[in-house]
């Protein structure tokens, strides 16, 4: 890992010269050999410095201080397009091999680590792109001047490549640092959040940043995140609001000062005072908030109580100190994920997309094949990374329901219509049994959503060819119980036992054509239980697997209800396999 960082780093010091000057390297190696093969010509001549303009600018304004100004970073973004053009001229428009070279200007910027270069060069160039599309769609196609040879193809694939291979070099860098910061500050955020006594970290501008699980005990019925908000909001009145002001600034203004008393809402909204207790850190105050009527009955304290207290302060201020710089090097790890993989991948996507709806004409076979595949990883990497940033926010308690009222039975449905194509491509029968009467319940439409997708979703990916999956719902009591069960692979004692931890597979997965970030069980099982229901896996190895969702969410409970057998489902499953064998061979009959 250390040879990893080190390595990021000497990349983000010469990222920007060493990219242009590679692309210096391969027009002038491919116009070398084009030219010996071709013969000198100086329309020839001219395309391939056109071409060059970019590496040799790039050469001159890489460097972060040029770059940082709005003018030059704009003519580097507008020399990139230079390329694209003299392509265009030479292999007879856009819609030819020229393409793909419209995408080494946002390919470069990317390598050298500026997103917003990256993103306005991307623009120039779909925006070039477009254009020359259109004129050649709406009149006669230009003579090509150079055709496409071999060292022009492997000298833009190999510079697309080395882009690729450096942004991934510096990116995994920037992930391992900041994941074993997480790793070494995690134990002292989990401390401070799990401080016996109530703590609030608080900026130089009284705004709270953080807040141990005592302050709710403390003054109950504040916010569940207090993040953000000022420490005047706390206050039992406007009288109260005034004394924190003033006890904040007298904390600044004199370092002697050890803490200063006000008002909160305590039990059955009545006043309490609460004395609070600061601490210096690099960001602000680490404030120990004490009970009102403990300070008055300790008053008389013996004086060498205050020794441990100051040393019982600096052991909090630490604390709070490695607390902060956990979350932050969290949501600097969050950042870095949602930003440095997803705008190249929403640009991969984009002209991925592009080529895969032929909007422009069609593409020779090979080229099309590519595109299609390029489309799909984009696609499936893209909710690889959502998965990632959705446990997250539930690990980090940023992850908020909000619930309203609707029929389970109209989510059931719309689930297994966006995947009953996906099964039926795999050869799969995919039913659903939801009842007829109506499931009203009181929840979270999205999380109930997302849960039966990912259920479906895993049911269909571990179901070979001619399998069956079966989706049932019922009330039981006050409960909502969802079940999705497969005749698939099926697991064993061992697998069911690790099954539902965070990035976990189990051997079937690890099989599978279809690969996962190893969260959809563990994202499943938390959304559950956020809404105070439990997951259960029942599975037979060779048989199948039925998972069953239980949500207390019910508006209106039902006392009177058979108990609900969760392997049942596979009586669901053997019809519908036998419907599906009736299916096919009156298909093949007809056929005959």
């Given at each position: 890992?250390?040879?990893?960082?080190r390595l990021?780093?000497y990349?983000?010091?010469?990222?920007g010269r060493?990219?242009?000057?590679l692309?210096?390297?391969?027009v002038?190696?491919a116009?070398?050999?084009?030219?010996?093969d071709?013969g000198?010509s100086?329309?020839?001549?001219?395309?391939?410095?056109?071409?060059?303009?970019?590496g040799?600018?790039?050469?001159?304004?890489?460097?972060?201080?040029?770059l940082?100004r709005?003018?030059?970073?704009f003519?580097?973004?507008l020399a990139?397009?230079?390329?694209?053009?003299a392509a265009?001229?030479?292999?007879?428009?856009?819609?030819t091999?020229?393409?793909?070279?419209?995408?080494?200007?946002?390919?470069?910027?990317?390598?050298s680590?500026r997103q917003?270069?990256?993103?306005?060069?991307?623009?120039l160039n779909?925006?070039?792109?477009s254009?020359l599309?259109m004129?050649?769609?709406?009149?006669?196609a230009?003579?090509?001047?150079?055709?496409?040879?071999?060292?022009?193809?492997?000298?833009?694939?190999g510079?697309?490549?080395?882009?690729?291979l450096?942004?991934s070099?510096r990116?995994?860098?920037?992930?391992n640092a900041?994941r074993?910061?997480?790793?070494?500050l995690r134990?002292?955020?989990?401390?401070?959040?799990?401080?016996p006594?109530?703590l609030?970290a608080?900026?130089?501008?009284?705004?709270?940043?953080?807040?141990s699980r005592a302050v709710?005990?403390?003054?109950p019925?504040?916010?569940?995140?207090?993040?953000?908000?000022?420490?005047e909001?706390?206050a039992?009145d406007?009288?109260?609001?005034?004394a924190?002001?003033?006890?904040?600034q007298?904390?600044?203004?004199n370092?002697?000062?050890q803490?200063?008393?006000f008002?909160?809402?305590?039990n059955q909204?009545?006043?309490r005072?609460v004395h609070a207790v600061?601490?210096?850190?690099?960001?602000?105050?680490?404030?120990?908030l004490?009970?009102g009527?403990?300070?008055?009955?300790?008053?008389q304290?013996?004086?060498?109580?205050h020794?441990a207290d100051?040393?019982?302060?600096?052991?909090?201020?630490?604390?709070?100190?490695?607390a902060i710089?956990a979350?932050?090097?969290?949501?600097?790890?969050l950042?870095a994920?949602?930003h440095?993989l997803?705008?190249?991948?929403n640009?991969?996507?984009?002209?991925?997309d592009?080529m895969?709806?032929?909007?422009?004409g069609?593409?020779?076979?090979?080229?099309a094949?590519?595109g299609?595949l390029?489309h799909?990883?984009?696609?499936h990497?893209l909710?690889?990374?959502?998965d990632?940033?959705?446990?997250?926010?539930?690990e980090?308690d940023r992850y908020?329901?909000?619930?309203d009222r609707?029929?389970?039975r109209?989510?059931?449905?719309?689930?297994?219509k966006?995947?009953?194509?996906?099964?039926?491509?795999?050869g799969?029968t995919?039913?659903?049994?939801?009842?007829?009467?109506?499931?009203e319940?009181?929840?979270?439409?999205?999380?109930?959503?997302q849960?039966?997708l990912?259920?479906?979703?895993?049911?269909?990916?571990f179901t070979?060819e001619?399998?069956?999956?079966?989706v049932m719902?019922?009330?039981?009591?006050?409960?909502?119980?969802?079940?999705v069960?497969?005749?698939?692979v099926?697991?064993g004692?061992d697998?069911?036992?690790?099954?539902g931890?965070?990035?976990?597979?189990?051997h079937?997965?690890?099989?599978?054509?279809?690969?996962?970030s190893?969260l959809?069980?563990?994202?499943?099982?938390s959304?559950?239980?956020m809404?105070g229901?439990?997951?259960?896996?029942q599975s037979?190895?060779?048989?199948?697997?039925t998972?069953?969702?239980?949500?207390?969410?019910?508006?209106?409970a039902?006392g009177?209800v058979?108990?609900?057998?969760?392997l049942?489902v596979?009586?669901?499953?053997?019809?519908?396999?036998?419907a599906?064998d009736?299916?096919?061979?009156?298909?093949?009959?007809?056929a005959?």
């Amino acid at each position: 890992m250390g040879q990893t960082l080190r390595l990021a780093r000497y990349l983000d010091r010469i990222a920007g010269r060493a990219v242009h000057a590679l692309w210096l390297g391969a027009v002038l190696a491919a116009g070398f050999q084009v030219l010996a093969d071709r013969g000198v010509s100086p329309a020839a001549l001219a395309l391939f410095a056109l071409a060059a303009l970019p590496g040799l600018a790039g050469l001159q304004l890489a460097s972060a201080r040029a770059l940082s100004r709005r003018a030059s970073r704009f003519i580097m973004a507008l020399a990139w397009v230079l390329p694209a053009l003299a392509a265009t001229a030479a292999l007879g428009g856009p819609l030819t091999f020229a393409a793909l070279v419209f995408l080494a200007g946002p390919a470069a910027m990317a390598a050298s680590g500026r997103q917003g270069d990256a993103a306005l060069s991307w623009t120039l160039n779909a925006i070039a792109f477009s254009g020359l599309a259109m004129l050649q769609l709406l009149g006669p196609a230009p003579d090509a001047t150079i055709l496409a040879s071999g060292s022009v193809i492997l000298a833009l694939a190999g510079f697309l490549a080395m882009c690729g291979l450096v942004a991934s070099a510096r990116y995994a860098g920037r992930l391992n640092a900041a994941r074993t910061e997480v790793s070494r500050l995690r134990p002292a955020a989990s401390a401070f959040l799990d401080a016996p006594g109530p703590l609030l970290a608080v900026d130089r501008d009284g705004v709270m940043t953080a807040a141990s699980r005592a302050v709710h005990r403390l003054i109950p019925g504040v916010p569940r995140d207090l993040t953000g908000l000022p420490l005047e909001g706390l206050a039992f009145d406007d009288g109260d609001r005034l004394a924190i002001r003033d006890g904040l600034q007298s904390v600044d203004a004199n370092a002697s000062v050890q803490g200063f008393d006000f008002a909160v809402r305590g039990n059955q909204g009545r006043a309490r005072t609460v004395h609070a207790v600061q601490a210096r850190s690099a960001d602000g105050l680490v404030l120990s908030l004490v009970d009102g009527e403990a300070v008055t009955g300790q008053a008389q304290a013996a004086p060498e109580s205050h020794a441990a207290d100051h040393a019982e302060i600096e052991r909090i201020r630490a604390e709070r100190d490695e607390a902060i710089a956990a979350s932050r090097a969290k949501s600097e790890f969050l950042a870095a994920v949602s930003h440095e993989l997803r705008t190249p991948l929403n640009a991969i996507i984009g002209f991925s997309d592009v080529m895969k709806q032929r909007l422009f004409g069609p593409l020779p076979a090979r080229y099309a094949e590519y595109g299609d595949l390029i489309h799909e990883s984009g696609i499936h990497l893209l909710d690889l990374i959502g998965d990632v940033l959705d446990m997250s926010k539930i690990e980090a308690d940023r992850y908020e329901l909000v619930t309203d009222r609707f029929d389970a039975r109209d989510v059931v449905e719309t689930c297994a219509k966006m995947l009953r194509l996906r099964a039926e491509d795999q050869g799969l029968t995919l039913s659903t049994d939801a009842g007829s009467d109506a499931l009203e319940v009181d929840a979270d439409r999205k999380a109930v959503r997302q849960i039966l997708l990912n259920l479906i979703s895993n049911a269909v990916k571990f179901t070979p060819e001619g399998g069956a999956v079966a989706v049932m719902a019922r009330a039981q009591g006050d409960e909502l119980v969802l079940a999705v069960g497969d005749s698939g692979v099926g697991m064993g004692a061992d697998e069911l036992r690790a099954l539902g931890g965070q990035y976990t597979q189990t051997h079937s997965s690890l099989t599978s054509d279809e690969r996962g970030s190893g969260l959809g069980l563990s994202l499943v099982r938390s959304l559950a239980e956020m809404h105070g229901g439990r997951m259960t896996v029942q599975s037979v190895k060779g048989e199948g697997t039925t998972v069953t969702i239980r949500l207390p969410v019910l508006v209106d409970a039902r006392g009177d209800v058979e108990t609900f057998e969760p392997l049942a489902v596979h009586e669901q499953i053997r019809r519908a396999q036998s419907a599906g064998d009736v299916i096919s061979q009156a298909a093949n009959s007809g056929a005959a």
